[in-house]
């Protein structure tokens, strides 16, 4: 177990991850690829049910996300192969292949409401106290349209994609740029993300005290929607051992609520 952590020096800056952190990517994408399921008639050419096929996307895709994090593939690879990676993997012939349907879902998905639990106020909040900041490793593009059609536009001072600066998290460089371009030192703020390795590892790794949002995992169990302790026991290393580590939160609001109005 490692405590919550509240920070010890005056905070000026936030930073926040942006895909499950605030914005549910994960249901959000469901909604696109089911959309899309259906106005292509995937079940009718391959016998797929829509679970099935989400399911599969996701670890295709997944697994195109690691490998151009590592700068293996190229974003317009990424875009287009985790679909016709998936359609092989199904069965479909390539005659039956959507074309363009990468775009489709570029065009879809952004336009997507859904939010994770309590952002908005959770936003709110932090803007009292701190200014706050966007790190993600989205596309520029496809990440603006989000932060505008959601509502969370209006409270960032600040937003960095690893596409607009040719560089990514986990990389401490990524996160040394950021805080390079907003004046800011590390002991002088905070991140918080949903992913172990890009989100936790990264900002540990560059001196700054971090957070790991473990809502889509506390949806697994029943009356878990709290902040509080946590066992990282997934990771391939050890942020508890880490003085930058600050715990792991499953509730955003009363996390805000802690760093504005500590107890």
Known sequence: MH???????????VFLDLDNTLWDFDANAKEALKVLFERHQLQFHTGYQVDQFISLYEDVNK????????G????????????TDTFQLMGLQPA??????????????PLMPLLTPHALEALSKLS????????????EETQAIKLKESGIL???????????????????????????????????????????????LGGVN?????????????????????????????????????????GCVENLLDWATLLVEPQ
């Open 3 to 13: 405590p919550f952590k509240l920070p010890q020096n005056k905070i000026d800056w």
């Open 63 to 70: 697994a195109y996300w690691k490998r151009y994090e590592r």
């Open 72 to 83: 293996e593939v190229s974003k317009e690879i990424l875009r287009s192969a985790r679909f």
């Open 96 to 109: 039956l292949w959507p074309q363009n349907v990468w775009q489709e879902y570029l065009d879809i998905c």
């Open 128 to 139: 009292q106290k701190f200014r706050l900041g966007i790190l993600t490793n989205g596309f």
């Open 154 to 200: 209006p409270f960032i001072d600040f937003v960095q994609s690893s596409e607009s600066v040719g560089d990514a998290k986990p990389n401490k460089s990524f996160f040394d740029l950021a805080l390079s371009r907003v004046n800011v030192l590390n002991i002088n703020c905070l991140y918080i993300g949903d992913n172990l390795e890009t989100d936790v």
């Open 206 to 246: 560059s001196g700054i005290l971090t957070y790991h949002y473990r809502y889509l995992e506390s949806n697994n169990h029943v009356g878990s929607m709290h902040m509080g302790n946590c066992f990282c026991s997934t990771l391939k290393f050890d942020p508890t051992s880490s003085e930058f580590f600050g």
